[in-house]
């Protein structure tokens, strides 16, 4: 009688993709990062976190269809508007190409047209080599970095925050208010200051005004006056016009607005004290 072996195909078909599945589980590294398509892909579960580089490469990269690359490649204004998105594309390239965006910057800076440099890297790095010199809020806001319209006003040159100086006037506010001239506004002669002051900034209805130069000269001196009754707790709007003489060198000033202080007692004294421009 013949035997009938057909039975025999699936078992063989099975036993051959097990073996294979085997072969492929002892010969290949399962917990690990594969590199698929320029990217570091989990396998398994590996110990160690995904290398920084090895895999692809940054010249076959395009980056053409990424909108905030687009404009990091156009140069200009563009990519100083959006210097965030910018920043955030070159540290990506800069660590695949070197491993750690610092190093890239650092190396940019000294040398700009650096082969490993990519254009978007570049950028950022000139960006960051104009910072290096900032040192204040307007230079912050001259060399085109980005402003926070908060108040006071803040500018960002990369990783370092420029606050505007405002002098004390957030601090006084319950105290006194200024509504002209406002901080860091040009001024020129004759000036004239007007605000609302508690009574208790007052005696016999004025307190004293100085003007100063950068160097904090005086340069100008005058009395502001209540334009109301000042015998209250509440707020009295005052007037007081002061004229000066342009300083020499600066152009920087502060106008200081000082409570009346009969008693010539120091814990009774208090003023306001904002920056001031002067025109040319």
């Known amino acids: 009688m013949k035997k009938n072996y057909l039975w025999l195909g699936p078992i063989i078909v099975l036993a051959l993709a097990l073996a294979i599945i085997i072969f492929l589980r002892l010969t290949s590294p ?8 320029g990217q570091w892909v989990k396998h398994g ?3 160690e976190a995904a290398p920084a580089t090895g895999c692809g490469d940054i010249a ?7 909108d905030s690359a687009e404009r990091c490649l156009n140069g200009g204004g563009d990519w100083l508007a959006d210097y965030q998105e910018c920043e955030n594309i070159s540290r990506d390239l800069c660590e695949e190409l070197d491993g750690r965006f610092n190093d890239c910057a ?19 790095c000139q960006l960051s080599s104009t910072n290096t010199n900032i ?3 307007a230079a912050c806001v001259q060399a085109g970095n980005p402003v926070q319209e908060s108040y006071p006003r803040q500018c960002q040159a990369g990783n370092q925050t420029f606050i505007e100086n405002i002098g004390n006037e957030l601090d006084k506010s319950d105290l006194i208010r200024l509504d002209s001239p406002r901080p860091n506004q040009m001024i020129n002669s004759p000036l004239t200051i007007t605000g609302q002051a508690r009574g208790s900034w007052f005696f016999e209805a004025s307190f004293p005004v100085i003007l100063t130069d950068w160097d904090g000269k005086i340069i100008a001196q005058t009395i502001a006056t209540a334009q109301g009754d ?12 002061v004229e ?3 300083p020499a060198a600066g152009q920087n000033g502060s106008l200081i607005l000082q409570k009346d202080n009969p008693s010539g007692l120091s814990e009774y004294d208090d003023a306001l004290e904002v920056p001031v421009l002067f025109a040319e």
């Open 45 to 47: 579960q590996p110990t």
């Open 106 to 124: 650092s190396a940019c800076r000294h040398n700009p047209e650096a082969e490993f440099c990519t254009m978007q890297c570049v950028a950022i």
């Open 135 to 137: 040192n204040s809020f």
């Open 60 to 66: 076959d990269r395009d980056l053409t269809n990424d």
């Open 244 to 246: 000066f003489d342009r």
């Open 230 to 241: 000042w015998m209250t707790e509440d707020f009295v709007p005052f007037s007081a016009t």
């Open 30 to 37: 399962e917990d690990t990062w594969l590199c698929q398509d």
